[in-house]
């Protein structure tokens, strides 16, 4: 079935692939070296099961559960369009073929001039640098067209590694450690929690060799 998807996304062109986000004035369209980030509409929703239905990726998220059903992937994207998760959602996919490789989003916190990222990739694409470029897109977007926020902070589960190697490599620093709930866990984790200032972001945005 997610070949059928994938087939199904590559026979369309790329102007067809991005209507949804039309609808996202806020949320532009994210394009890099390699991805298009763009709305999750509903024929990701195969692929977005598949990818998701993964413990090695649930148990380092805190909002995804396991198993992970076509029917929650379904969920997902109605609720992003209603604007229920998050600022920004995006689909993470790939500029040749459109191949959807995981999400990334931008959410509120209660300071008005800090956000909060967070992103997953489905374990098929890790290793190859699509979530540090994915995070840099995502980052550029919102100190360009966000005056008023002055960090974005991120977390991640201490034993998440690559997680830690991501946020690093975009100019994070480490802010301190606490807890946070794990719905696919039903338990609370330990993670480590990291802030990126506009000031460092200015002085590290040629963001060249640092994938």
Known sequence: MQGE???EGQSRSPEERLRPERLRTDCPVLLSERLVLRAPHEEDIDALAHLANNANVATMVSRMPHPYTIADAADFVRRTKLGEIGKCVYAITKADNGAFLGCCGVEPTGDPNTVEIGYWL???HWNQGYTTEAA???IDMVFRTRENVAQIDAR??????ASRRVVQKCGFQFQ???????LALGSTVPVEWYRLDRK???SLRSWGGMR
């Open 5 to 7: 998807l994938l087939r």
């Open 122 to 124: 489905g374990e098929p």
């Open 136 to 138: 840099h897109a995502l």
């Open 156 to 161: 991640c589960r201490v034993t998440n590694v």
């Open 176 to 182: 301190g450690s606490g807890l946070a709930a794990s």
């Open 200 to 202: 460092t972001w200015i």
